[in-house]
């Protein structure tokens, strides 16, 4: 069975203090790993997409990478404006393009 | 560039009354549209799909239904709700089953 576990559930951090977002997968062929962002009370917005193990791709204080089994969102000097619930999905070979969602990991960014 | 728009953006109704959500997308041409919901402590949950007029693939057996009279527009509908039918209704669409894109959301609740 195709699954999300992302970890940990809740990260607090101050300001300025680096840290990492995991999300373990299972899937019976990856087509795509896809990191949104979620604000309380609105829609996820994307993030990024990773094809292929090796592969990372950067946005602002946001860095993704991708392994065969997880894929890390490493934030750099955070802000508190970062502050939100990201959510990682795998897509599978195969699928009209159906999304397998993590519970999400909800960071908190003190001033 | 692609706007993605749903409403209402939040209903209250009673249990037993009927439902209908709506989505449209503009800006892109014969895209796959999904409906997902987010409930409290869980992670998006992935409802209907439809890949083009009239086409609609149920995820998970439920009171709900789906349609897709236009190319851009995608509706959930219920004839009685259930308690159990409260949460957040997300939109999304698509090109080719890549990318996924939400929307603003709906949310629901049902007393």
């Known amino acids: 069975e195709d699954q999300v576990t992302q970890s940990p559930e809740a990260l607090r951090l101050q300001e300025g203090e680096s840290s990492s977002l995991n999300c373990s997968y299972t899937?019976?062929?990856?087509?795509?790993l896809f990191w949104y962002r979620q604000d309380p009370g609105k829609g996820p917005e994307f993030l990024f997409t990773?094809?292929?193990a090796g592969e990372e791709k950067e946005k602002e204080r946001l860095k993704a990478t991708l392994t065969k089994k997880e894929s890390f969102l490493h934030i750099t000097a955070p802000k508190p404006e970062d502050s939100a619930t990201y959510l990682c999905?795998?897509?599978?070979?195969?699928?009209?393009?159906?999304?397998?969602f993590g519970k999400g990991t909800k960071l908190s960014v003190k001033p | 560039s692609q706007t993605i728009h749903q409403w209402p953006a939040t209903l209250v109704q009673p249990v037993g009354s009927p439902l209908s959500l709506e989505c449209t997308v503009e800006?892109?041409?014969?895209?796959?549209l999904y409906w997902y919901r987010q409930a409290a402590g869980r992670g998006l949950q992935l409802l209907f799909y439809?890949?083009?007029?009239?086409?609609i693939s149920s995820e998970v057996p439920q009171n709900l239904s789906a349609s897709r009279p236009q190319d851009r527009q995608f509706i959930l509908s219920s004839k009685k709700l259930l308690l159990s039918d409260s949460g957040f209704y997300l939109c999304?669409?698509?090109?080719?089953?890549?990318?996924?894109?939400f929307g603003p959301g709906t949310r629901l609740t049902v007393l």
């Open positions: 999304a669409w698509s090109v080719l089953g890549n990318t996924q894109y």
């Open positions: 899937v019976s062929g990856l087509r795509g």
């Open positions: 990773l094809y292929s």
């Open positions: 999905a795998v897509q599978a070979r195969g699928s009209q393009g159906n999304l397998i």
């Open positions: 800006g892109t041409s014969n895209p796959n």
């Open positions: 439809s890949v083009g007029i009239g086409q």
